[in-house]
Nanobody
């Protein structure tokens, strides 16, 4: 069983920044892979970024120049630094850990 809590969402104007956090609690120790997804209204959920316990990270092409993923492996926590936010970034952002999902955190970008 993995318990996931996301936080850090909110409402910002275009060009603004937010930093999301996701903490996974599990009895299995270090979790190898953790991911950020997002789902915009009327659209399918899409992968945004991935962090591995060995320090490797990946960012999807559509946000790689604006978003950064980082990880605190010791606490099974990942972060998503989002800069230069655009209205099309508006979505619920979810953390995926071993197939377990959090409830998500809403990000709204609007003027």
């Amino acid at each position: 069983q993995v318990h996931i809590v996301e936080s850090g969402g909110g409402s910002v104007q275009p060009g603004g920044s937010l930093k999301l956090s996701c903490k996974a609690s599990a009895a299995i120790g270090t979790i190898y892979i953790m991911k950020w997804y997002r789902q915009a209204p009327g659209k399918e959920r899409e992968l945004v970024a991935t962090a591995f316990s060995d320090g490797r990270t990946t960012i999807e092409d559509f946000v790689e120049d604006r978003f950064t993923i980082s990880r605190d492996t010791g606490t099974n926590t990942i972060y998503l630094q989002m800069d230069g936010l655009k209205p099309e970034d508006t979505a619920v952002y979810y953390c995926d850990c071993l197939g377990y999902w959090g409830e998500g955190t809403q990000v709204t970008v609007s003027s």
